[in-house]
């Protein structure tokens, strides 16, 4: 097989590619007007009470809604949140009006959907992020804020399920989507965050990891 004709064939074509990018770039643009601006607001709400009052933030996610859970936590950090992700081996107990953060697409994700019933059980309050509003996780939120992205769920719909089945998402249309669009949905988060809690960039960054 000749390798160079391959690579040199795949630099002349990058038709898929070019698609997923146009498709990627296109639904982030139409990202502002696709959010509710008082689910938004709600959220943020919530956030700087369990700020305020020193509550713990617990962040959950499966996959690549888990990696963005991360980032987000990070930057919740270094604003100054007592906050977690689910799963770290020093994330404490989540109690009473402490704030878990659920991220999922799909709203069925299974890891996602107990994390939420458990943090139900002991009286903190959950906020969903997901693209569907008649989801398990949706009905079990105290607020929610829809994120669009996918169009349809996995006919498995548990994330760990379908690692093991060996079923994958197609690229851009489907899981991708949610979680490029929730990434710069938390991202501005943060920043709305930052205004209110007169918060800067130079104050962040003391509470930044200097060992990694």
């Known amino acids: 097989m000749d390798r160079t004709w391959i690579a040199v064939s795949s630099m002349e074509n990058l038709k898929a590619f070019y698609a997923a990018l ?16 008082s689910q938004v607001d709600k ?3 919530m956030l700087l009470e369990a700020w ?11 996959g690549r809604s888990g990696l963005v859970g991360r980032a ?14 689910v799963g770290e081996t020093i994330t404490p107990a989540i109690g009473p ?6 991220i999922s697409g799909s709203g069925s994700t299974g890891v996602v959907v107990t994390a939420a019933e458990a943090a139900k059980k002991v009286g903190a309050k959950v906020i969903a992020v997901t ?6 996780l949706a009905k079990l939120a105290d ?9 349809k769920t996995a006919r498995e719909e548990d994330y760990f399920s379908r690692q093991i089945l060996g079923i994958h998402e197609p690229l851009a249309p489907l899981g991708t989507l949610f979680e490029l669009g929730c990434a710069v949905f938390l991202d501005s988060v943060v920043a709305e965050l930052m205004y209110r809690l007169g918060k800067s960039e130079v104050e962040m960054k003391f509470r930044h990891a200097i060992i990694e």
Request: net charge positive; no cysteine.
């Open 22 to 37: 146009d498709e990627i770039l296109a639904f982030l643009k139409d990202l502002k007007d696709k959010l509710d601006r």
């Open 43 to 45: 959220m943020i709400g």
């Open 52 to 62: 305020g009052w020193g509550k713990i933030t617990l962040i959950v996610g499966a």
């Open 72 to 85: 987000f936590a990070m930057r919740l950090m270094h604003l100054g949140f007592r906050t977690y992700v």
């Open 97 to 102: 009006n402490d704030v878990l953060i659920a």
């Open 131 to 136: 693209s569907f509003k008649d989801s398990p």
């Open 143 to 151: 607020h929610i804020v829809i994120v669009p992205g996918r169009t």
